[in-house]
């Protein structure tokens, strides 16, 4: 490896800086390759610093043009410029004010952090560590500062001005063609928040009126033309704003709360104080070009944004090793509000579809890490599925074990205590245990214990004793650094199941706490017995997922099957129907014919036409497991050609063998006219679409002419692009057309661009990699814009099992190549692509022997690595 080794940074290490920044005065001017930054900061030591301790500032790539303390300029004797330092030698032993000039080139950054241009505009990133590309400063969390921005641009290029906080002054700058604003925040804060917005921008606005009656201005600015798109994100942050009010009791805290859109970001969004900057893609929607799930991930990430005001701005991390403190428990936050907007079991559902695909696997793999790691080499390595999915079921698992009420004490004593505090997941376990009396000692485990644990349970009735005996035992594989772990506190929610579908009564419980219908599992093993059980009941496990663990019970098949029809739980049911067809599609990837086929799919075809269920519920009871989901069910020896085919050979035998019910069914299945995207609309449409999966894959000439029809009839992207995924992934006469249509319809709209993309890119075919090449060289492509990579290149190696995973090792290769071009302009995105090899321990040895080679041509690379990219790799060879 070219690059040096980053030396880690540690947990055990944290220490206070020496000296305390109080208040920060920024003047911006802004050019597109020489933008100077003037930064003064009121400095004071903290007690007990010594006289004289050197003050050492972080910076990156900057060019430093002068500095002075007190009004002073510094001679050169008096400070040091480092690659990654300012370091003011003898700083006073009184308070004093440093001014850094610093000069930038926005328009070269690459990187997209720190000050960069998108379209043409200015934007920030600062989170986790661009603020140091602006000034040199203490750019770590524990730092809070009261923040005045001052903005100067040309009035013509740059007519929006917008900083952190709330606008005090704005005006020409005489004898220019400039115009400056001044923005005050008046909430200390750290670096990693501050934010500028500078350039011609549309916008729409509204106005809010706190619970306790205090006005908010509302805006959203978006490139102009996209105004209209934004009306379901304002709409979204309103709903947002007065649920947190209601839920968590917490209110807005400034006049004015803006949130920019722009098309070049690395991530979803960004909870800068007062001015949000998101990726374009959840701000913008409209029938004809977003789908029902943008219309969601748009309400969600509006959602998590503006409730990171609370949970990461009022109160931030001490260090970045707590990022799941807010991140963690903002996530939990958003899903709180999606289920209260929406249907609870069918939220749960997707989001632990979203927990299993992405966190299992990088719990199981040489990626893993605890929701609170203890050592990092890059941080912005660690915004993962571990940090944010995960964190959230931890919140969640707080909240089952202690109740709604004792939940909503500890936040209330968390949010009193440490309001404008960098505090620890220490400070937030210590508030539930003091608003609840509760010991939490056990339960911390899952912050600092990685691993998924594993818990097995055996059941056993006895008739004469009407007894129900539970023999459950937890075990969690070592993962890297982590050879043994002590027991977790499992929350188990449950039912006994009758034979009639209802819970069954029963007298006491031995063995194990119980609390309402949560057993608390606490040991290796513990024998939990029932008493007073009337009959022989079907044990329902882990209902609504109450504990991030996989579960392995002697539940027979029939039993699940039941358990698949007749559950009180959605959750379960849904579960019940994963865990049969995950089993069957194991033996069939193993060349075995599968037990229960034929009942498995009758129970498919019921629930699909059942008509008290809501439609969303139904639509996913449809999904098979995912490649992926099976891939790690095996757990090693992974051959994804075979999961593909008997993945495909089972969706074919439920289509064939459901097709004239799923062909009526899909003529019954109308959703409401006019397009609305509320969720009832959306799972009429999802439900619709899943059945239009199966007719298309039938391989029948009706079945064709549907999705034909289809794809010409959809007014909306959710049909429009589930006809267009089925005419291509099934070679339907006419998907070339098809395909041109929706290119032709959609050129000018980026974000329906990128659904094209991804179709062509998740197609299974043999010459997709092929095609993904050529597509590179499409004029809508660009390697610079990260929606477009990862649309192209991303879904290829995440989203193509097949193809990536081809046994010649093309698919490897091809990652490691676009992984060391696309980190030599955007590190954090190519480390992000290079997350696809987070499971190639578990592939049979053929493709493992490729996929480490692949891996190694990174490390050998002539050119010098990111330390994100080598990160990454050193990992996952270690
Ligand atoms: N804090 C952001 C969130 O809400 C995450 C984020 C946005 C981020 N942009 C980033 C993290 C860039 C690292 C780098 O989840
Ligand atoms: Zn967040």
């Known amino acids: 490896m070219r690059s040096e080794t980053a030396v880690p940074v540690k947990l055990s290490e944290y220490t206070p800086t020496p000296y305390a920044i109080k208040t920060v005065d920024l003047d911006f001017n802004l050019a597109p390759d020489n933008t100077i930054v003037v930064a003064r900061s009121a400095i004071e030591p903290r007690e007990g610093t010594s006289a004289g301790t050197p003050l050492v500032l972080n910076g990156d790539e900057l060019t430093f043009v002068s500095a002075s303390v007190?009004?002073?300029?510094?001679?050169?004797?008096?400070?040091?410029?480092g690659e990654t330092t300012f370091t003011l030698k003898t700083p006073p032993a009184e308070p004093f004010t440093l001014e850094i000039t610093t000069k930038l080139s926005p328009q070269a950054n690459t990187k997209l952090m720190g000050l960069y241009r998108s379209s043409g505009n200015y934007c920030t990133?600062?989170?986790?560590?661009?603020?140091?590309?602006?000034?040199?400063?203490?750019?770590?969390?524990?730092?809070?500062?009261?923040?005045?921005?001052?903005?100067?641009?040309?009035?013509?290029?740059?007519?929006?001005?917008?900083?952190?906080?709330?606008?005090?002054?704005?005006?020409?700058?005489?004898?220019?063609?400039?115009?400056?604003?001044v923005w005050h925040d008046p909430h200390p804060k750290p670096a990693y928040l501050f934010a500028l917005v500078a350039g011609n921008l549309g916008s729409i606005s509204e106005k809010y009126t706190t619970a306790s009656g205090k006005p908010v201005d509302l805006n959203i600015y978006v490139e102009h033309g996209n105004e209209d798109r934004a009306d379901w994100a304002m709409d979204s942050l309103i709903r947002s704003m007065r649920w947190d009010e209601k839920v968590f009791g917490r209110e807005y805290d400034l006049d004015v709360f803006n949130i920019v859109a722009v098309s070049d970001f690395n991530m979803g969004a960004m909870e800068n104080k007062g001015l949000n900057i998101f990726n374009d893609?959840?701000?913008?929607?409209?029938?004809?070009?977003?789908?029902?799930?943008?219309?969601?991930?748009?309400?969600?990430?509006?959602a998590h944004e503006y409730f990171h005001n609370w949970?990461?701005?009022?109160?931030?991390?001490?260090?970045?090793?707590?990022?799941?403190?807010?991140?963690?428990?903002?996530?939990?936050?958003?899903?709180?509000?999606?289920?209260?907007?929406?249907?609870?079991?069918?939220?749960?559902?997707?989001?632990?579809?979203?927990?299993?695909?992405?966190?299992?696997?990088?719990?199981?793999?040489?990626?893993?890490?605890?929701?609170?790691?203890?050592?990092?080499?890059?941080?912005?390595?660690?915004?993962?599925?571990?940090?944010?999915?995960?964190?959230?079921?931890l919140v969640s698992m707080i909240k089952t074990i202690l109740g709604e009420d004792g939940f909503r004490k500890g936040m209330d004593l968390y949010f009193d205590r440490h309001d404008g505090d960098a505090a620890t997941i220490e400070d937030f376990i210590k508030s539930f245990e003091d608003a609840t009396g509760e010991d939490l000692s056990q339960f911390a485990l899952w912050y600092s214990q990685s691993g998924t644990p594993e818990l097995t349970v055996a059941t056993h009735y006895d008739d004469a004793a009407q007894t129900f005996t539970m023999e459950v035992s937890q075990k969690t594989r070592p993962t890297p650094n982590q050879d043994s772990k002590k027991p977790f506190v499992i929350p188990v929610r449950f039912g006994l199941v009758g034979s009639d579908g209802s819970d069954l009564a029963y007298a006491k419980v031995e063995g194990a706490e119980v609390r309402g219908n949560v057993l608390l599992i606490k040991e290796d093993a513990q024998t939990i017995v029932f008493h007073g059980v009337s009959e022989k009941p079907v044990a329902s496990l882990l209902r609504e997922f109450s504990a991030p663990v996989t579960l392995?019970?002697?539940?027979?098949?029939?039993?699940q099957l039941f358990l698949m029809g007749s559950d009180s739980d959605p959750f379960n049911r849904w579960q019940a129907a994963q865990t049969v067809a995950t089993h069957m599609l194991i033996q069939m990837s193993e060349g075995s014919e599968p037990e229960g086929t034929s009942r498995f799919i009758a129970a498919i075809g019921k629930i699909a036409e059942d008509d008290a269920l809501d439609m969303a519920f139904r639509a996913l009871c449809l999904q098979l497991p995912t490649e992926g989901d099976i891939a790690r069910?095996?757990?090693?020896?992974?051959?994804?050609?075979?999961?593909?085919?008997?993945?495909?050979?089972?969706?074919?035998?439920?289509?064939?063998?459901?097709?004239?019910?799923?062909?009526?069914?899909?003529?019954?299945?109308?959703?409401?006219?006019?397009?609305?995207?509320?969720?009832?609309?959306?799972?009429?449409?999802?439900?619709?679409?899943?059945?239009?999966?199966?007719?298309a894959a039938s391989g029948k000439a009706d079945g064709a002419q549907i999705a034909r029809d289809h794809f010409e009839s959809a007014d909306n992207m959710s049909d429009r692009i589930a006809a267009l995924n089925c005419l291509v992934h099934e070679r339907i006469d006419g998907y070339q057309q098809a395909l041109v249509a929706f290119c032709d319809r959609h050129q000018k709209t980026p974000l329906a661009i990128d659904k094209w993309f991804v179709v062509q890119a998740t197609d299974t075919s043999s010459d997709t990699l092929?095609?993904?090449?050529?597509?590179?060289?499409?004029?809508?492509f660009s390697w610079s814009n990260p929606n477009r990579v990862r649309s192209l290149v991303g879904a290829f190696v995440a989203g193509n099992q097949r193809c990536f995973n081809a046994a010649d090792g093309s698919g490897y290769n091809y990652l490691s190549e676009i992984t060391l071009k696309i980190d030599r302009a955007n590190p954090q995105l190519a480390a992000r692509m290079l997350n696809a090899f987070r499971s190639w321990r578990a592939l049979e040895p053929t493709r493992r022997a490729l996929a480490e080679e692949a891996l190694r041509k990174i490390s050998a690379a002539e050119q010098p690595l990111s330390p994100d990219v080598s990160d990454i790799t050193e990992r996952c060879l270690q």
């Open 633 to 695: 069910e095996l757990g090693s020896n992974v051959d994804p050609e075979a999961i593909y085919k008997a993945r495909r050979t089972l969706r074919q035998k439920i289509a064939e063998t459901l097709f004239d019910r799923f062909q009526s069914l899909y003529a019954r299945v109308e959703p409401a006219k006019p397009f609305s995207p509320d969720a009832a609309s959306a799972g009429a449409r999802a439900l619709r679409n899943s059945l239009l999966g199966y007719l």
């Open 125 to 181: 990133q600062c989170e986790a560590e661009g603020f140091r590309r602006i000034t040199y400063f203490y750019d770590r969390p524990d730092v809070l500062a009261v923040y005045t921005t001052r903005i100067e641009a040309n009035k013509l290029d740059c007519p929006v001005l917008l900083g952190n906080g709330n606008p005090v002054e704005s005006g020409d700058v005489e004898g220019t063609d400039n115009h400056y604003a």
């Open 281 to 302: 893609k959840y701000i913008l929607a409209d029938p004809d070009t977003a789908t029902d799930a943008d219309y969601e991930g748009i309400e969600t990430v509006v």
């Open 770 to 780: 092929e095609r993904v090449k050529e597509l590179t060289n499409h004029p809508a």
């Open 311 to 393: 949970t990461g701005n009022r109160i931030t991390c001490r260090d970045w090793f707590q990022l799941c403190l807010k991140e963690g428990l903002t996530v939990f936050r958003d899903h709180e509000f999606s289920s209260d907007e929406r249907s609870r079991p069918v939220k749960r559902i997707a989001d632990v579809r979203v927990l299993k695909s992405h966190q299992f696997p990088e719990d199981a793999g040489p990626l893993a890490h605890p929701v609170r790691p203890d050592v990092y080499k890059e941080i912005s390595n660690f915004y993962t599925a571990t940090v944010y999915e995960k964190g959230s079921e």
């Open 552 to 559: 392995k019970s002697d539940v027979t098949l029939d039993e």
């Open 70 to 81: 007190n009004g002073e300029a510094l001679g050169e004797e008096a400070y040091a410029i």
